[in-house]
């Protein structure tokens, strides 16, 4: 996309971008106002319930619905046979990333074969969601038990097939290796090389709302009101249509208020296929709702990954060449995006360093759990975690301070535009500036000094400092570069900016907020554009209907290409009105100028007419230009050319007890730079959050699953979710550093947070015993595991004393 | 997360809710602040034919001064418990106790008699009144019985108190000497992987140290009762302190953890209770 920004928002002139605006989303959510799908009244509706597999794996030898048939308000109800003509196609998977990737066919319930616990095998349908889940409890069902592929590493050795009759558990082996040879003479020259193993566990998105769905049909004219808790009602509308057999045009998808996604909500779930095909059949509105349990099985799991990384170095620790060798869980099936979620991380695995030398190999491997797919970050924050684990440990290797070697091998500020060697051009960034503005704000060598002071005194509660340096890439994406990864999409996105005749503005965006302030963000743009107030720009999304292009929301990508879409559209609407204010103030276009939302005269300025008389103008259409026609209204599409790669460094700062192997976060430290910030208070609450759920995969949340592949974390007392009494109030600063991917010279912040929290923290807690000799802890580091830990290594000691 | 369907009836006194729950004593389960039955009915742990909410029987609710002990009603809230005047006074390790139970949705909803009578080795006023060697009122078809806290925790999930019987008082001593509690759990609203409440004789003669989760139901530390006793110190008497003991395995924590934390927290909790803390 060639158009540039004429009045760029962030060049002079902007009143409103960049302050710290209150969100305007807020009073609707903290009053209770706010709608989510589970609060819509909708008369006659029916409830569906979902009867799932108990077994990891098993056979469906029958199901018989007979008794829910006959309990009370059951309307219907229907095995995986009974609906298996519903269906044009199986469930999509929209990344293909290798021309030989096995996919089993996946479709809403199973019908002969049931590959995880949570699977669904039967649904029925009530007057009311209890009526309905009785009912459920009373099908019953017949299964043959059959061996579960569960460990990963297990599975990725064939030794159990998680599908029956597939060749083996490999989905695909992909391979990013620009020159191998480099890589081999790096490790056989170097003079140092570590060799690390890391385990990512497997996450529980738990987003605040679980999901929901309710499906009305327009019973004269086959339509389809879709109302589900998504992040992406566009591609779901079209992912409907095709496999549902709907024309896409019949049906209109509305994600009302949405609490929270973080990826799990960026997905085509097998119950949104079933209340559509539902209430096809039945000509009646059919709704669903997810239990808090039913989420811990049917909603996708974020991580789950064995990382292998390789180190070569010089006797400095500058390094030389980064391998990588991934085993990725994808669970039993490919949802949306699963098999990608590596890939979006491939490419930073030597993270904010310059290395000539790279391989990174991904398989991605079937067990008998819960589908993976993005969670925050989605494969940056794993690529994350090993680089910056793995440098730790190299600096340890060589006696430095961790800090000095990141140093030493950033990529310059005077790099960028950077080439990196795994093949992406990396925008603009300054980590030595970065670094600096943490280790001041954490007062590093203070830390250290009181580190020294503990570990000399014998004090049991020891300290531990971690660093995380890091960048992403983000704002999905530049469709190019997704049809060079075989992603079958593109990464644009739209936005109309409509004046209304009293002067109100109406924006139009694909992006589909849920949670991110978005509302907020487009009517300061708009605002500084268009000199109307913020609380005059209303911000129309997430309803097909009204919004009828879009992409939606993940990857940190609104703001950079949404937010970008709507500001080239304003930027049509002003050279529109310009137009217009030259024919009445019988002037050349460019003698005017726009401020405050009037053009003046340059020169006599008292000769004005404001863009809200304009509107008005364009409106009435009574007298316009010659081959101008009404209204000020114009659409924009933002296609980028190159990601945007925010970046920054966190400090982390913990207590470990070691008598009963606690740790305490008692301090952390924050430095992002994500460009050019529209409302920095927005920015703020991205990072806390992403601070909070990146710090929860590293102390307190994993979804385990048992040897057969029952899954033990299916509460809030056995998932452990960090709440603000488990962490201190976060420290934050920013540097900034414009992006040139785009012109209102954004990054994205939304996962930021996430994806350098969990290795500083981690870091920090390896740094805490490391002089005792701790170099390894899985995550998350429970008490029970450091106080093994330690227990180990205190034997290792003793042994070696000997 | 829909409990199974279930008749629901409101007692206006313990007499209206006794006689209830004498018409089918299995099938049917009194309901006070829900905190723990409910979550087992939307699980369906739990199926009661018939709840019989005693939320709102008068009179029930109240810590007062009797003498030479307090006495407390089971409707009682932990909140109430906690912020009591009698109580910290009195039976400051129940009052503390109280505070730490949940989180404060918790602590307004929960009652000290829903809780003893849950019987669940987590919960940490079990081990608050076993530590203070409470007695527990429990009425019956028969009228009322005292029942000793080291006689009133039978097994997991299981108390002294009959199908036919509710408990209605906690009678407290008052009292003397240290006292000291310690929780460790993995975020403040959890449940302990362990806890510990101690009591030391003001004459540092003894003491009863009452455990959370180390065993299948409440227990004390006789190991280190006995250690106290003959005069050892905090780190040799809690070094005894899973003596005997058979901690539960779980997800939080393995048996072997327990006993360690346990012998860690035992001495904290002797150290803090015998540095005279008010
Ligand atoms: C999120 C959460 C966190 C919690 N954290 C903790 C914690 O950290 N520590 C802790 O100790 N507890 C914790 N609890 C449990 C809480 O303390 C409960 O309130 C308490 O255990 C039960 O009290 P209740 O009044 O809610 O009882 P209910 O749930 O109403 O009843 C519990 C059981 O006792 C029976 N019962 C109730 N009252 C009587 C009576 N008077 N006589 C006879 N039987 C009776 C009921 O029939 C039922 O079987 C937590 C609960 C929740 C939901």
Same mark, same amino acid.
């Given at each position: 996309?060639?158009?540039?920004?004429?009045?760029?928002?962030?060049?002079?002139?902007?009143?409103?971008?960049?302050?710290?605006?209150?969100?305007?989303?807020?009073?609707?959510?903290?009053?209770?106002?706010?709608?989510?799908?589970?609060?819509?009244?909708?008369?006659?509706?029916?409830?569906?319930?979902?009867?799932?597999?108990?077994?990891?794996?098993?056979?469906?030898?029958?199901?018989?619905?007979?008794?829910?048939?006959? /309990?009370?308000?059951?309307?219907?109800?229907?095995?995986?046979?009974?609906?298996?003509?519903?269906?044009?196609?199986?469930?999509?998977?929209?990344?293909?990333?290798?021309?030989?990737?096995?996919?089993?066919?996946?479709?809403?319930?199973?019908?002969?074969?049931?590959?995880?616990?949570?699977?669904?095998?039967?649904?029925?349908?009530?007057?009311?969601?209890?009526?309905?889940?009785?009912?459920?409890?009373?099908?019953?069902?017949?299964?043959?038990?059959?061996?579960?592929?569960?460990?990963?590493?297990?599975?990725?050795?064939?030794?159990?097939?998680?599908?029956?009759?597939?060749?083996?558990?490999?989905?695909?082996?992909?391979?990013?290796?620009?020159?191998?040879?480099?890589?081999?003479?790096?490790?056989?020259?170097?003079?140092?090389?570590?060799?690390?193993?890391?385990?990512?566990?497997?996450?529980?998105?738990?987003? /605040?709302?679980?999901?929901?769905?309710?499906?009305? %049909?327009?019973?004269?004219?086959?339509?389809?009101?879709?109302?589900?808790?998504?992040?992406?009602?566009?591609?779901?509308?079209?992912?409907?249509?095709?496999?549902?057999?709907?024309?896409?045009?019949?049906?209109?998808?509305?994600?009302?208020?949405?609490?929270?996604?973080?990826?799990?909500?960026?997905?085509?779930?097998?119950?949104?296929?079933?209340?559509?095909?539902?209430?096809?059949?039945?000509?009646?509105?059919?709704?669903?709702?997810?239990?808090?349990?039913?989420?811990?099985?049917?909603?996708?799991?974020?991580?789950?990954?064995?990382?292998?990384?390789?180190?070569?170095?010089?006797?400095?620790?500058?390094?030389?060449?980064?391998?990588?060798?991934?085993?990725?869980?994808?669970?039993?099936?490919?949802?949306?995006?699963?098999?990608?979620?590596?890939?979006?991380?491939?490419?930073?695995?030597?993270?904010?360093?310059?290395?000539?030398?790279?391989?990174?190999?991904?398989?991605?491997?079937?067990?008998?759990?819960?589908?993976?797919?993005?969670?925050?970050?989605?494969?940056?924050?794993?690529?994350?975690?090993?680089?910056?684990?793995?440098?730790?440990?190299?600096?340890? !290797?060589?006696?430095?301070?961790?800090?000095?070697?990141?140093?030493?091998?950033?990529?310059?500020?005077? !790099?960028?535009?950077?080439?990196?060697?795994?093949?992406?051009?990396?925008?603009?960034?300054?980590?030595?500036?970065?670094?600096?503005?943490?280790?001041?704000?954490?007062?590093?060598?203070?830390?250290?000094?009181?580190?020294?002071?503990?570990?000399?005194?014998?004090?049991?509660?020891?300290?531990?400092?971690?660093?995380?340096?890091?960048?992403?890439?983000?704002?999905?994406?530049?469709? !190019?570069?997704?049809?060079?990864?075989?992603?079958?999409?593109?990464?644009?996105?739209?936005?109309?900016?409509?004046?209304?005749?009293?002067?109100?503005?109406?924006?139009?965006?694909?992006?589909?907020?849920?949670?991110?302030?978005?509302?907020?963000?487009?009517?300061?743009?708009?605002?500084?554009?268009?000199?109307?107030? %913020?609380?005059?720009?209303?911000?129309?999304?997430?309803?097909?209907?009204?919004?009828? /292009?879009?992409?939606?929301?993940?990857?940190?990508?609104?703001?950079?290409?949404?937010?970008?879409?709507?500001?080239?559209?304003?930027?049509?609407?002003?050279?529109?009105?310009?137009?217009?204010?030259?024919?009445?103030?019988?002037?050349?276009?460019?003698?005017?100028?726009?401020?405050?939302?009037?053009?003046?005269?340059?020169?006599?300025?008292?000769?004005?007419?404001?863009?809200?008389?304009?509107?008005?103008?364009?409106?009435?259409?009574?007298?316009?230009?010659?081959?101008?026609?009404?209204?000020?209204?114009?659409?924009?599409?933002?296609?980028?050319?190159?990601?945007?790669?925010?970046?920054?460094?966190?400090?982390?700062?913990?207590?470990?007890?070691?008598?009963?192997?606690?740790?305490?976060?008692?301090?952390?430290?924050?430095?992002?730079?994500?460009?050019?910030?529209?409302?920095?208070?927005?920015?703020?609450?991205?990072?806390?959050?992403?601070?909070?759920?990146?710090?929860?995969?590293?102390?307190?949340?994993?979804?385990?699953?048992?040897?057969?592949?029952?899954?033990?974390?299916?509460?809030?007392?056995?998932?452990?979710?960090?709440?603000?009494?488990?962490?201190?109030?976060?420290?934050?600063?920013?540097?900034?550093?414009?992006?040139?991917?785009?012109?209102?010279?954004?990054?994205?912040?939304?996962?930021?947070?996430?994806?350098?929290?969990?290795?500083?923290?981690?870091?920090?807690?390896?740094?805490?015993?490391?002089?005792?000799?701790?170099?390894?802890?899985?995550?998350?580091?429970?008490?029970? !595991?450091?106080?093994?830990?330690?227990?180990?290594?205190?034997?290792?000691?003793?042994?070696?004393?000997? | 997360?829909?409990?199974?369907?279930?008749?629901?009836?409101?007692?206006?006194?313990?007499?209206?809710?006794?006689?209830?729950?004498?018409?089918?004593?299995?099938?049917?389960?009194?309901?006070?602040?829900?905190?723990?039955?409910?979550?087992?009915?939307?699980?369906?742990?739990?199926?009661?034919?018939?709840?019989?909410?005693?939320?709102?029987?008068?009179?029930?609710?109240?810590?007062?001064?009797?003498?030479?002990?307090?006495?407390?009603?089971?409707?009682?809230?932990?909140?109430?418990?906690?912020?009591?005047?009698?109580?910290?006074?009195?039976?400051?390790?129940?009052?503390?106790?109280?505070?730490?139970?949940?989180?404060?949705?918790?602590?307004?909803?929960?009652?000290?008699?829903?809780?003893?009578?849950?019987?669940?080795?987590?919960?940490?006023?079990?081990?608050?009144?076993?530590?203070?060697?409470?007695?527990?009122?429990?009425?019956?078809?028969?009228?009322?019985?005292?029942?000793?806290?080291?006689?009133?925790?039978?097994?997991?999930?299981?108390?002294?108190?009959?199908?036919?019987?509710?408990?209605?008082?906690?009678?407290?001593?008052?009292?003397?000497?240290?006292?000291?509690?310690?929780?460790?759990?993995?975020?403040?609203?959890?449940?302990?992987?362990?806890?510990?409440?101690?009591?030391?004789?003001?004459?540092?003669?003894?003491?009863?140290?009452?455990?959370?989760?180390?065993?299948?139901?409440?227990?004390?530390?006789?190991?280190?009762?006995?250690?106290?006793?003959?005069?050892?110190?905090?780190?040799?008497?809690?070094?005894?302190?899973?003596?005997?003991?058979?901690?539960?395995?779980?997800?939080?924590?393995?048996?072997?953890?327990?006993?360690?934390?346990?012998?860690?927290?035992?001495?904290?909790?002797?150290?803090?209770?015998?540095?005279?803390?008010?």
């Amino acid at each position: 996309m060639s158009a540039t920004v004429t009045d760029g928002v962030l060049a002079g002139g902007s009143d409103i971008v960049g302050t710290r605006m209150l969100r305007r989303e807020d009073p609707a959510l903290l009053s209770g106002e706010a709608r989510f799908v589970d609060d819509l009244v909708v008369p006659g509706a029916l409830h569906m319930a979902v009867v799932r597999s108990p077994y990891a794996h098993a056979r469906v030898a029958s199901v018989d619905l007979s008794a829910a048939l006959a /309990m009370p308000g059951v309307l219907a109800a229907f095995s995986g046979a009974d609906l298996s003509g519903e269906w044009a196609s199986p469930m999509p998977c929209a990344w293909p990333v290798t021309s030989d990737m096995q996919s089993p066919a996946h479709y809403p319930l199973a019908t002969s074969e049931v590959c995880y616990v949570g699977d669904a095998v039967a649904v029925v349908v009530a007057a009311s969601s209890s009526e309905a889940q009785d009912a459920a409890g009373a099908v019953a069902v017949s299964y043959e038990e059959l061996p579960a592929a569960v460990d990963l590493e297990d599975a990725a050795g064939d030794r159990v097939l998680a599908h029956t009759g597939s060749p083996s558990n490999r989905a695909y082996t992909w391979e990013l290796i620009p020159d191998a040879d480099a890589v081999e003479r790096a490790f056989a020259t170097a003079a140092v090389t570590i060799s690390e193993r890391y385990v990512q566990q497997r996450l529980i998105p738990a987003a /605040m709302e679980t999901r929901g769905v309710c499906v009305v %049909p327009q019973p004269f004219g086959g339509e389809f009101t879709v109302y589900s808790s998504t992040q992406i009602p566009h591609i779901l509308r079209t992912m409907l249509g095709m496999t549902v057999g709907v024309p896409e045009g019949r049906i209109r998808v509305v994600a009302p208020s949405v609490g929270g996604g973080f990826g799990s909500k960026l997905d085509v779930y097998a119950e949104e296929l079933l209340c559509l095909a539902l209430a096809r059949r039945l000509r009646r509105p059919v709704r669903w709702k997810e239990e808090r349990t039913e989420a811990a099985l049917a909603t996708i799991q974020g991580r789950g990954q064995v990382q292998e990384i390789d180190l070569a170095a010089d006797e400095h620790g500058r390094l030389l060449a980064v391998r990588v060798r991934l085993l990725a869980d994808m669970g039993a099936y490919l949802q949306l995006v699963t098999p990608g979620v590596p890939l979006l991380g491939a490419f930073l695995y030597h993270g904010v360093y310059d290395v000539p030398a790279y391989s990174f190999t991904c398989t991605g491997v079937f067990t008998n759990k819960t589908p993976t797919d993005a969670y925050r970050g989605a494969g940056r924050p794993e690529a994350t975690y090993a680089i910056e684990r793995a440098i730790e440990t190299l600096a340890r !290797r060589i006696g430095s301070d961790p800090a000095e070697v990141r140093r030493r091998n950033f990529i310059g500020r005077d !790099r960028f535009p950077y080439a990196s060697v795994a093949g992406l051009v990396f925008d603009s960034g300054n980590y030595d500036a970065a670094l600096d503005a943490a280790l001041e704000l954490a007062g590093y060598d203070e830390l250290r000094a009181e580190q020294a002071r503990r570990r000399a005194e014998g004090d049991p509660k020891l300290l531990g400092i971690g660093l995380s340096s890091y960048v992403e890439m983000c704002g999905l994406a530049p469709s !190019r570069v997704l049809a060079s990864l075989n992603y079958v999409a593109g990464g644009w996105e739209a936005a109309t900016v409509r004046m209304l005749p009293t002067g109100k503005v109406q924006v139009v965006t694909g992006a589909s907020p849920h949670g991110q302030g978005h509302v907020t963000s487009w009517s300061m743009i708009i605002a500084d554009k268009l000199g109307v107030a %913020p609380d005059d720009v209303d911000v129309l999304h997430s309803d097909t209907a009204v919004s009828p /292009m879009g992409l939606d929301t993940y990857g940190s990508r609104s703001l950079s290409v949404g937010g970008t879409a709507i500001a080239l559209a304003a930027d049509r609407v002003v050279e529109k009105a310009k137009l217009l204010a030259a024919y009445r103030l019988e002037v050349a276009p460019e003698d005017l100028d726009l401020a405050g939302g009037e053009f003046s005269v340059r020169g006599s300025p008292s000769r004005s007419i404001a863009l809200g008389t304009l509107a008005f103008e364009a409106f009435t259409a009574h007298d316009l230009p010659e081959g101008m026609e009404p209204n000020l209204e114009a659409s924009a599409t933002f296609d980028p050319t190159n990601f945007t790669f925010p970046f920054g460094t966190h400090v982390a700062v913990v207590e470990v007890d070691t008598e009963t192997g606690r740790v305490d976060l008692t301090r952390y430290f924050a430095v992002d730079d994500c460009g050019n910030q529209i409302n920095p208070l927005i920015v703020e609450g991205q990072v806390h959050g992403g601070i909070a759920q990146g710090v929860g995969q590293a102390l307190w949340e994993a979804a385990e699953y048992d040897e057969a592949g029952n899954p033990l974390t299916t509460t809030f007392a056995d998932y452990l979710v960090p709440a603000a009494t488990e962490l201190p109030s976060f420290t934050l600063a920013h540097t900034v550093t414009p992006s040139p991917s785009n012109p209102l010279g954004v990054k994205g912040i939304g996962e930021a947070g996430t994806i350098a929290s969990t290795p500083a923290v981690v870091n920090a807690v390896i740094d805490a015993m490391a002089h005792l000799g701790v170099t390894e802890i899985e995550m998350p580091a429970t008490p029970e !595991r450091v106080w093994r830990s330690l227990r180990a290594a205190a034997h290792r000691t003793t042994e070696g004393a000997r | 997360m829909i409990p199974a369907s279930f008749e629901y009836r409101r007692a206006g006194s313990v007499d209206e809710a006794l006689g209830w729950l004498a018409e089918d004593p299995d099938g049917t389960k009194l309901l006070a602040g829900g905190h723990s039955l409910l979550p087992l009915m939307k699980l369906r742990l739990a199926t009661p034919a018939v709840l019989v909410d005693i939320g709102r029987v008068p009179d029930l609710s109240y810590v007062t001064d009797a003498g030479d002990h307090v006495a407390i009603g089971a409707l009682t809230r932990h909140r109430d418990v906690e912020v009591s005047d009698v109580a910290r006074a009195e039976v400051p390790l129940l009052s503390h106790v109280a505070g730490q139970v949940g989180d404060p949705q918790v602590r307004h909803r929960g009652t000290i008699g829903g809780s003893l009578a849950h019987g669940d080795p987590a919960s940490d006023l079990p081990a608050a009144v076993l530590a203070l060697g409470a007695t527990l009122v429990v009425q019956g078809p028969g009228g009322t019985r005292d029942v000793a806290a080291d006689d009133f925790f039978r097994g997991f999930l299981e108390t002294a108190v009959g199908p036919d019987e509710m408990l209605v008082e906690i009678k407290v001593p008052k009292a003397r000497g240290g006292w000291a509690f310690q929780k460790f759990n993995r975020r403040a609203q959890d449940w302990a992987i362990v806890g510990v409440a101690a009591v030391v004789d003001a004459n540092g003669s003894g003491g009863r140290v009452a455990l959370v989760n180390m065993g299948s139901t409440t227990v004390r530390a006789r190991g280190t009762e006995e250690a106290l006793a003959s005069g050892a110190d905090a780190a040799d008497a809690a070094a005894r302190a899973a003596d005997g003991l058979e901690p539960p395995s779980d997800l939080h924590a393995s048996a072997e953890y327990r006993r360690h934390l346990a012998t860690v927290l035992v001495r904290r909790a002797i150290e803090e209770a015998t540095a005279g803390r008010a």
